[in-house]
């Protein structure tokens, strides 16, 4: 009984953490003894609880998850992939540091090169050309301070350059 509510404090001083600081993107894993991994995005979760033999999960559409506390092999919090996004669909770049005072990284490009176009706001291109994955960064240096847009094949997002 006292493993059951020293994990339970310790989830639940998680799931506050993390919901308030991301909740939009993460997400809570309960990984099973018998290899079956179920996830649940911390933003629909209402209610979670566990008594000395099991675990009660309440979402916000009504939907009760139990599950044996002798059945969990552990329980971990990660970032979730929407439910409805295929696999093989590109995942959104990140660019950083943004604003930035000259280099910028890209990170999750998600294939071996990308065409990339810098535009100022009045949609005047400023750079046009490519990054391979094995790179991963671009020089600004040349562009003035100001607000930019840069587009990786067909994905947008805005830059500050200070």
């Known amino acids: ?45 209402s209610k979670m609880n566990f008594s000395s033999s099991m675990l009660y999960i309440n979402t916000f559409n009504g939907s ?37 005072k000259g280099m910028i990284y890209f990170r999750n490009l998600g294939v071996e090169s990308a065409s990339v176009s810098i535009f100022n706001l009045n949609g005047a291109m400023l750079f046009s050309g490519r990054i391979y994955n094995s790179t991963q960064s671009l ?12 587009r990786i094949d067909n994905q947008q997002t805005k830059l500050i350059k200070l």
């Open 1 to 45: 009984m006292k493993r059951s509510t020293i994990l339970a404090g310790t989830i639940m001083c998680l799931v506050f953490f993390i919901s308030s600081v991301k909740s939009q993107e993460r997400g809570m894993v309960v990984a099973l003894k018998s290899g079956i991994t179920n996830s649940l995005k911390i933003r629909n979760i």
């Open 64 to 100: 009760n998850v139990v599950y044996a506390n002798s059945d969990i092999q552990k329980i971990y919090f990660e970032t979730v992939a929407e439910a409805s996004t295929p696999k093989n669909e590109q995942k959104e770049f990140v660019l950083y540091p943004n604003p930035t």
């Open 139 to 150: 020089d600004l240096s040349f562009l003035a301070r100001g607000v930019y847009l840069v």
